[in-house]
T-cell receptor
Framework: NAGVMQNPRHLVRRRGQEARLRCSPM?????VYWYRQLPEEGLKFMVY????????ESGMPKERFSAEFPKEGPSILRIQQVVRGDSAAYFC????????????FGEGSWLTVV | AQSVAQPEDQVNVAEGNPLTVKCTYS??????LFWYVQYPNRGLQFLLK??????LVKGSYGFEAEFNKSQTSFHLKKPSALVSDSALYFC??????????FGPGTRLSVLP
């Protein structure tokens, strides 16, 4: 059973470009979470999704950031018009439900904006 | 709102000595408590969790944690530290979804 798969692992973008980060949850998991880890900071919640629904996006910046989890395919975190401050590690996690079962994290996607 | 505190940014311990990484929490209701470890440039690995049951929880890699309700703490412990335990440790409180909150992290350095 493959774990949470994220790609790309490393992504370099110039300011103003778009970044797309993908997350395939563990098999059987329908809940996906995105977290951002800024240099020297902890993990900050961004968004919580179930299939085709955004449950909570209270941690998402109001502009340029969006997320989706379509019926088929991976969850996508999209950052438009990237700026240097978007440089961070973005972690995806999945769980089968939100009952308290452990959530499992992917290896992360490191975005560098130059 | 739920919150988690890890009062120490850095913990240094000699190899072979016992280690403790501290965590305190604030929740309404019964807490779901977790510890994760992060090695450089890697994702988070689950170590252990407390939902209900025995206050002493045993987890991966020889780690354990003790849930103390009166002190609202969930300290991570290991009887004998290894150099390979050097990493960033995160305490977190659930349940999942909207309110799954991580502490700021504690960097553990085990010195040979």
């Amino acid at each position: 059973n493959a774990g949470v798969m994220q790609n790309p692992r490393h992504l370099v973008r110039r300011r103003g470009q778009e970044a797309r980060l993908r997350c395939s949850p563990m098999k059987g998991h329908s809940h996906v979470y995105w977290y951002r880890q800024l240099p020297e900071e902890g993990l900050k919640f961004m968004v919580y999704l179930q299939k085709e629904n955004i449950i909570d996006e209270s941690g998402m910046p109001k502009e340029r950031f969006s997320a989706e989890f379509p019926k088929e395919g991976p969850s996508i975190l999209r950052i438009q018009q990237v700026v240097r401050g978007d440089s961070a590690a973005y972690f995806c996690a999945s769980s089968p439900d939100n009952s308290g079962n452990t959530i499992y994290f992917g290896e992360g996607s490191w975005l560098t904006v130059v | 709102a739920q919150s988690v505190a890890q009062p120490e940014d850095q913990v240094n311990v000699a190899e072979g000595n016992p280690l403790t990484v501290k965590c305190t929490y604030s929740v309404s209701g019964n807490p779901y408590l977790f510890w994760y470890v992060q090695y450089p440039n890697r994702g988070l690995q689950f170590l252990l969790k407390y939902i209900t049951g025995d206050n002493l929880v045993k987890g991966s890699y020889g780690f354990e944690a003790e849930f103390n309700k009166s002190q609202t703490s969930f300290h991570l412990k290991k009887p004998s530290a290894l150099v390979s335990d050097s990493a960033l440790y995160f305490c977190a409180v659930g349940p999942f979804g909207q309110n799954f909150v991580f502490g700021p992290g504690t960097r553990l350095s085990v010195l040979p």
